[in-house]
């Protein structure tokens, strides 16, 4: 049996950050220099194995005032597009 | 005792209307603006509680947050130098500062220490799950601007100089310096 997965309409990154395998803070480490290191209105996507960023993602986005503009999960690797809203 | 209630005076003009964005608590009185940000009063020298004070630290600070942490009692040992000196000004702190000689990569777990063992197991399954250890979490730390603060007293009764600690310690200081900064912070946190 095949499983169709509906293509989804990803957001575009222009920067990737791969932190697989990487447990919490360091997702959120990451991700945050990426976000720094990017202009306003840039997007950043992190990937992250550790299911704590299911929920960490938002919240960071939360503290921080960045913007989640995509989500998606293949498996076990999490996807998150977030777009820099401010310096 | 008699009581006498003030009748609740009938509403006369219209209220405008609630903005949503408010912070329900502004005008509270007995409550004073709080900016965002956090401290940690790190009290225990164990390798395990330190690593939750850091990993909260580094979370906040990768937030966006300001962040200090306040080293004091077993604390210290965090950020004493692994080669500081073990001779104090007088027989009982020499004893102490031989029998806990402190540094980042010596402390021992809060439970299952077993002489020392646990640390090292629980450093080689940390270094699997790619979990920095203390050392490498106070490096971050620092390099994200957290503020590391000595508490002076406790370096007294422990023996310690300021140059028996790692260099970079933002300030050397007491309560005072901890709760002016507390009072102003909305997460306040004792490890």
Request: hydrophobic share 45%; with cysteine.
């Amino acid at each position: 049996m095949t499983v169709q997965r509906p293509a989804p309409a990803l957001p575009r990154a222009d920067v990737l950050v791969d932190a697989s395998g990487f447990l919490c803070p360091m997702p959120i480490v990451k991700l945050a220099q990426a976000v720094a290191s990017v202009e306003v209105g840039q997007v950043v996507e992190v990937v992250a194995t550790d299911p704590g960023i299911l929920a960490d993602a938002p919240a960071w986005a939360a503290m921080s005032g960045h913007d989640i503009i995509g989500a998606w999960s293949d498996a076990d690797r999490h996807h998150f597009w977030f777009r820099k809203l401010h310096a | 005792m008699t009581a006498t209630l003030s009748p609740q005076p009938a509403p006369t003009a219209t209220l405008p209307p609630p903005d949503p964005t408010a912070d329900p608590r502004a005008d509270a009185p007995h409550t004073r603006p709080t900016q965002e940000g956090v401290t940690i009063v790190v009290f225990s020298g164990d390798f395990d509680r330190v690593q939750a004070a850091f990993n909260i630290a580094i979370g906040a600070a990768s937030s966006g947050m300001p962040v200090t942490m306040f080293f004091t009692f077993w604390g210290l040992d965090v950020i004493t130098r692994p080669d500081a000196r073990r001779l104090g000004r007088d027989p009982l702190r020499t004893a102490f500062r031989w029998l806990k000689p402190g540094g980042a990569r010596r402390l021992p777990l809060s439970r299952f220490n077993f002489l020392g063992l646990g640390p090292v197991l629980m450093r080689r399954l940390m270094g699997e799950f790619k979990m920095p250890t203390v050392d490498e979490m106070l490096e971050l730390a620092r390099s994200l601007g957290v503020k590391i603060v000595a508490c002076t007293i406790t370096m007294g009764v422990m023996g310690l100089g300021e140059s028996d600690l790692i260099e970079g310690v933002d300030s050397f200081a007491g309560v005072a310096t901890y709760l002016n900064d507390a009072r102003s912070r909305s997460v306040n946190l004792f490890i």
